[in-house]
């Protein structure tokens, strides 16, 4: 079992910044490709960025490309994701996910209970 706890959410004006934090307990992280999603008010959860276990490997969607960016550090059982250039489309609650498989379009695995991030114009 992991729970994961996400923080760093706020308000935050277009072209600023923000790094969201993933804490998990409950097991080693290691054991788990960790990502990001998001939902917006009325739409649907959509993938933003996966790393895997070891760190080396990510994976970002269009929209996010080049602006975000997903990390992870097992020693501290964290993952992260430092988004820069915000735009007003950023704005959703961002969930956090550990899944020992990574399955994009069905995630499965734990979640967090995830954290707001507005980005005004």
């Known amino acids: 079992q992991v729970q994961l706890v996400e923080s760093g959410g706020g308000l935050v004006q277009a072209g600023g910044s923000l790094r969201l934090s993933c804490a998990a307990s409950g097991d080693t992280l290691n054991f788990y490709d960790m990502s990001w999603y998001r939902q917006a008010p009325g739409k649907e959860r959509r993938f933003v960025a996966a790393i895997g276990k070891s760190g080396t490997d990510t994976l970002y969607a269009d929209s996010v490309k080049g602006r975000f960016t997903i990390s992870r550090d097992n020693a501290k059982n964290t993952a992260y994701l430092q988004m820069s250039t915000l735009k007003p489309e950023d704005s959703a609650v961002y969930l956090c996910?550990?899944?020992?498989?990574?399955?994009?379009?069905?995630?499965?695995?734990?979640w967090g209970q995830g954290t707001q991030v507005t980005v005004s114009s």
């Open positions: 996910n550990a899944d020992r498989a990574l399955r994009v379009d069905s995630p499965g695995g734990y």
